[in-house]
């Protein structure tokens, strides 16, 4: 409970952001609530997950999202948020950033039910529904509790050329700076107008737009 994760996780099977198992054992339930991942993670042919590896045998996760980067170098089960999800589980009310994890699915294998993904493989920003004031907002990820969650204000940088877009952390464990990346501002022409501007040998050129790479 009100567990975060940073750092990148490698291994040959069961990796995961956060934990590379979730379930009950030994009387004890496995639970994940009010937790997240931001850290990349990296399988060998394995089940791998942004925040769980496998969710089996009673695992329970709510309110949690994952954001990392989910790869392997071989033929991994691969999921935003859950490499393997079993089928006596419990998922609820959870988030996966589709762009930053590059991952379309939630999970790699097992149900989705529960599991919300924003943004677009392949987008090098993170998604706009998870970050920033109004993260929390509805549309957004509103099925976090906001008395357990606190949102942070993006940040225009380098002249306002591109925006850090902060994702939400915890506020019995917060996380200083938050887990961000980095959106592209698309540039307006020096005479102000958004359409071709006039270059020095009389001919024009087009707005251009800077693409950054997201980083955790």
């Known amino acids: 409970t009100a567990s975060s994760a940073t750092g990148t996780v490698s ?32 399988g060998e042919n394995a089940r791998a997950g942004g925040l769980v590896g496998e969710n ?10 994952a954001i990392g980067t989910v790869s392997d170098s071989g033929d991994g089960t691969l999921g935003g ?3 393997r999800n079993g089928d006596d589980v419990t998922v609820s009310d959870s988030y996966w950033d589709k762009g930053t994890t590059n991952q379309s699915a939630a999970t790699g294998t097992g149900s989705d039910t529960g599991i919300t993904g924003f943004g677009t493989v392949g987008a090098d ?10 993260a ?14 606190q949102t942070h204000t993006d940040t225009d940088m380098n002249n306002e050329t591109r925006t850090e877009r902060f ?4 506020v019995a464990n917060p996380q200083t700076p938050p887990p961000s990346g980095l959106k592209a ?4 022409p020096p005479n102000g107008s958004q359409g071709d501007s006039p270059t020095d040998d009389g001919t024009t050129e087009s707005p251009t737009t800077v693409n950054e790479t997201y980083t955790v």
């Open 56 to 65: 089996f045998k009673g695992g329970t996760i709510t309110e949690s999202y």
């Open 125 to 134: 920003e993170p998604a706009a529904n998870m970050t920033g004031s109004d």
């Open 185 to 188: 501002k698309a540039q307006t």
């Open 11 to 42: 291994g040959s099977d069961l990796v995961g952001g956060l934990i590379g198992q979730n379930r009950e054992r030994n009387l004890n339930a496995g639970i994940v609530t009010a937790s997240y991942a931001a850290g990349n993670v990296t």
């Open 81 to 83: 948020l859950i490499g």
């Open 167 to 170: 994702y939400p952390t915890l």
């Open 136 to 149: 929390l907002a509805d549309g957004n990820m509103d099925a976090l509790n906001k008395s357990v969650w």
